[in-house]
């Protein structure tokens, strides 16, 4: 159990921090616009993304640096794409509203989300590399607990994140409020492109 406490705290330390996926998963959250596929595919793909890690998977991408610096600058374009879009959406400002039942606001929120999750080098290099290397420093049978703590984590971020975004709503109600969250994401998404391209 010491193993899974200690990968409980890691995963926390590293996923409580606002990034590209957790800015997106915030603004979704107030919206209430598929929060529950968001959280799933966030989960799920952090899930496979530990136990890739936990496998050894980390030690061959630590060789395979060509993989990396392909993800890295597709994420530098998806970034500053939905970065530049948030900073348009600003403009007219948006009022606190569920999105409509759009299946195609659907597939691009499922496209959105993939792209938020694999198309960040950081992920990668969290998940994958340091949460595997982390794990298996705690033995055989050790590192399978440490995942299962780091997994735990993930799983309570990402519900906590999208479903309690709306206990932020009254905050958010005015269209001048929604201006300044787009902004702000806009920057944090333009700040992370740039940092991903000077890498």
Avoid: E, K
């Avoid at 030690?59 to 600058?73: K, S």
């Avoid at 050790?142 to 994140?161: E, H, K």
């Avoid at 958010?172 to 890498?199: P, Y």
């Amino acid at each position: 159990m010491t193993n899974a406490l200690d990968g409980l705290l890691t995963g926390l330390s590293l996923i409580v921090v606002i990034g590209a996926q957790n800015a997106y998963l915030l603004r979704q959250g107030l919206r209430r616009m598929r929060v529950g596929v968001i959280v799933a595919i966030c989960t799920l793909s952090d899930l496979a993304l530990i136990a890739a890690g936990v496998s050894g998977i980390g030690a061959v991408l630590q060789h395979a640096g060509w993989a990396l610096v392909v993800v890295r600058w597709f994420g530098v374009a998806f970034l500053a794409w939905y970065g530049l879009s948030s900073a348009w959406r600003a403009r007219r400002g948006d009022a606190l509203r569920a999105a409509p039942d759009d299946p195609r606001s659907r597939h691009a929120v499922v496209r959105q989300t993939l792209a938020f999750t694999w198309l960040n080098p950081n992920v990668y290099l969290d998940t994958v590399v340091l949460i595997g290397s982390i794990a298996n420093a705690h033995g055989p049978s050790g590192r399978w607990w440490f995942a299962a703590g780091a997994g735990l984590a993930s799983v309570l971020w990402f519900t906590s994140l999208g479903y309690g975004a709306r206990l932020l709503a009254p905050l958010l109600a005015t269209a001048r409020a929604w201006q300044v969250l787009d902004l702000l994401i806009a920057a944090t998404m333009l700040l992370i492109a740039v940092r991903l391209a000077l890498i």
